[in-house]
């Protein structure tokens, strides 16, 4: 491990990931309020916290290309870390993923409402009105599919 972090360290060439402000922001949330965290404990940590994600977007992406995906999935990386030997972090993993698709949904669904209020507006228009008028056009679908 220790030559695992000296390479790290050494790798100077590798974009940054996450912000040192990042870093510290979750170091000083994890620790007591009267620790003092030097700037070389700040560096070692964010170049581990790159190599840990680096480690896992790689394998991730080695297990998407051999099962011939084209997206990056939570599956992916969920295996990633079984892979690694890093099972401890799948449950967080879950939460996290579960938590993401329903926030996900939620900020669809009020761009879409946000979207029709807009052109209810631009036409005039009321929610009803739109809503009225999507029903009748409905109708007119089945209507049709029903005569075919």
């Known amino acids: 491990l220790f030559v695992h972090v000296q390479t790290i360290m050494e790798s100077e060439e590798r974009q940054q990931v996450l912000s040192k402000a990042t870093i510290l922001t979750i170091m000083k949330e994890n620790t007591p309020p009267s620790l003092r965290v030097s700037n070389e404990a700040r560096d070692v940590m964010s170049k581990c916290c790159d190599e840990?994600?680096?480690?896992?977007?790689?394998e991730a992406q080695s297990i998407r290309d051999e099962a011939k995906?084209?997206?990056?999935?939570?599956?992916?990386?969920?295996s990633a870390f079984e892979k690694l030997e890093m099972s401890e972090?799948?449950?967080?993993?879950q939460t996290v993923a579960e938590g993401h698709s329903v926030s996900r949904k939620k900020r669809r669904e009020r761009a879409k409402n946000n979207r029709l209020e807009?052109?209810?507006?631009?036409?005039?228009?009321?929610?009803?009105?739109?809503q009225r008028m999507q029903e009748e056009m409905f109708a007119a679908a089945r209507q049709k599919s029903n005569e075919m």
């Open 69 to 78: 995906a084209r997206s990056l999935s939570t599956v992916h990386i969920m």
């Open 52 to 58: 840990f994600l680096q480690m896992i977007s790689t």
């Open 89 to 93: 972090y799948l449950d967080d993993c």
């Open 118 to 130: 807009e052109k209810a507006k631009a036409n005039n228009l009321s929610m009803e009105d739109l």
